[in-house]
């Protein structure tokens, strides 16, 4: 029996003979998807371009609000952080201004604005921000007397630290917190979590003496 040989290169070459007769044929099709390749190209670069430069220009104004609030201008420091918050949402600029804007409300005793600021941010912040977010929030609901709200947002920021020494101090705030509250159960409850998951943590020694108060000494 036959058989057949195939000579090397002819299936690459048959390809490309049918693929440039499709082409050929279909130039119009062709010159229009080219024509989406390249505006899609440009359109990318011109974004992040585009967004480089916000960031830089955010980081900017965020460095002049900074200032002010290092020189205890708290009012001033909370106007331009406002603008940077407003004018460049989306950028790391924006983020870090939001917390430094809460806490600069916080020292101004204001703490419903910085619960304003915090409470619809807090939850889709950033990993990197969010943790500070809810301690900060939890801080401003504390001051405002809130306290179930306030251990609340400490055990949210506790599960979203991402050091185990922010994670113990944002459970012990949360059991002050349900302490306040009149919730001995939930302040128990959190100060265990830290005898148990943190124990090397400077935490785990106050969380003991804690739960010793509220067991009356039956602390495990």
Excluded: C
């Excluded at 279909?26 to 371009?49: C, D, E, K, M, P």
């Excluded at 104004?61 to 708290?74: G, H, K, M, T, V």
């Excluded at 001051?143 to 012990?172: P, T």
């Amino acid at each position: 029996m036959a058989t057949a040989t195939v000579i090397p290169g002819t299936q690459t070459a048959s390809f490309s003979e049918r693929f440039g007769a499709w082409v050929k044929a279909h130039r119009q099709l062709t010159s229009w998807i080219g024509a989406i390749v390249v505006v899609g190209a440009v359109l990318f670069l011109w974004t992040l371009s585009t967004k480089r430069r916000t960031e830089e220009i955010a980081s900017r104004d965020l460095q002049l609000a900074r200032f002010a609030f290092e020189n205890n201008n708290l009012p001033l420091a909370s106007s331009d952080l406002s603008k940077v918050v407003e004018n460049y949402s989306g950028t790391n600029a924006a983020d870090e201004a939001r917390l430094l804007l809460a806490n600069a409300w916080l020292l101004q005793n204001k703490p419903q604005q910085a619960v304003t600021v915090l409470k619809d941010y807090a939850g889709g912040a950033g990993k990197a921000y969010r943790a500070q977010a809810y301690g900060l929030l939890g801080a401003a609901y504390e001051n405002m007397g809130q306290f179930r709200e306030a251990a609340a947002a400490y055990e949210n920021g506790s599960a979203a630290g991402r050091l185990d020494f922010l994670k113990a101090q944002m459970l012990s705030d949360a059991g002050r917190a349900w302490t306040a509250a009149g919730d001995t159960a939930k302040a128990v409850a959190a100060y265990r979590r830290i005898v148990k998951d943190f124990a090397k943590e400077a935490a785990a020694g106050e969380a003991k003496v804690r739960l010793a108060e509220l067991t009356k000494g039956a602390v495990s």
